[in-house]
């Protein structure tokens, strides 16, 4: 009996089991609906829909860079707890992710999603035997993969991957000559967290809104309403040279800002270096970690 797409996916959606597992399965089941649930209860495969609901806020961040340096790619993968996220399968599995991004052009997830992953499937249904496997909830959260024209990337990697930088810096120089300060400078970009590479990629919104911050605070301080447009740009300036990665002060040498730090590298080798780009992920930032009660949560399990 030919199986339809159709059933593929409402199977998928009741069991959240891989596109291949569901549609063997109701090869299995003859096309019915239950008895192909029950084929994957049997192999431990619809489990997964019960783990969909836990919050997977850790995880790990990887990068992968090409041998010449002049493509990259990242990638952030979640679980519900950092034991997973030390395990070494799950570790393999991310770092193998970030090669895929590199060695592909999937234009968003769903197209990573859909990449081949070798014996167990596509990425998806790999992901799928892994939750199964691993009894934890797991999502691909993000990738990127980056190939500027005349960039050459580097990376560091913090506390084994809670957090991944890549850095591009654009000039002539080889992979071997950018290595240091492309990491060093993912290293600032690691600690400090800047907001924007320079001034010219600062959001309006954002300066708008710390303008009327500032604006109100210096006349809370008492300064004079014609006064205050003044003192908020001298602010603003200060401030922004905080955010900007360009014109942060190097954390190895007070005395230089990060462009003036990648400069001198340049001329020290004899070509012209400045930081293009960069791409800075942490492990579950943004996402809202639920904290649960123990007890509860022991209570809830035994039930």
Same mark, same amino acid.
């Given at each position: 009996m030919a199986i339809k797409a159709q059933q593929v996916k409402e199977l998928r959606e009741i069991t959240g089991a891989g596109m291949m597992d569901c549609k063997k399965a109701l090869e299995e089941a003859d096309a019915d609906i239950d008895k192909a649930i029950e084929v994957l209860r049997e192999k431990g495969l619809s489990k997964v829909k019960k783990k969909e609901g836990r919050i997977a806020a850790e995880g790990l961040a990887k990068f992968a860079i090409a041998a010449d340096g002049k493509s990259a790619a990242v990638v952030e993968v979640n679980s519900e707890t950092d034991f997973v996220a030390k395990n070494q399968e799950f570790i393999d599995f991310v770092e193998r992710l970030a090669k895929l991004a590199l060695d592909n052009d999937a234009a968003d997830m769903d197209a990573f999603k859909a990449l081949d992953f070798g014996p167990d499937g596509t990425v998806d249904e790999t992901l799928t035997q892994k939750i199964s496997k691993i009894g934890e909830n797991m999502n691909i959260r993000r990738f990127e993969k980056v190939a500027e024209p005349g960039v050459v990337y580097s990376g560091y990697l913090h506390n084994q991957g809670k957090i991944a930088v890549l850095v591009g810096i654009q000039t002539e120089a080889a992979v071997e000559e950018v290595a240091a300060v492309g990491k060093d400078v993912a290293m600032q970009v690691a600690s400090m967290k800047p907001e924007f590479l320079d001034e010219s990629q600062v959001d309006q919104a954002y300066l708008d809104h710390e303008k009327e911050i500032l604006k109100q605070e210096v006349l809370n301080e008492g300064k004079k309403p014609e006064m205050a447009d003044r003192i908020v740009e001298g602010k603003i300036k200060k401030e922004l040279k905080?955010?900007?990665?360009?014109?942060? +002060?190097?954390? =190895?040498?007070?005395?230089?800002?990060?462009? #003036?730090?990648?400069?001198?590298?340049?001329?020290?080798?004899? +070509?012209?270096? =400045?930081?293009?780009?960069?791409?800075?992920? #942490?492990?579950g930032e943004g996402i809202e970690k639920r904290q649960d009660d123990f007890a509860a949560e022991v209570a809830a399990q035994a039930e």
């Open positions: 905080e955010v900007c990665l360009v014109d942060q +002060k190097f954390v =190895k040498d007070n005395d230089v800002t990060i462009e #003036e730090y990648v400069a001198n590298s340049g001329k020290a080798v004899g +070509k012209d270096m =400045k930081v293009a780009s960069y791409i800075r992920y #942490e492990v």
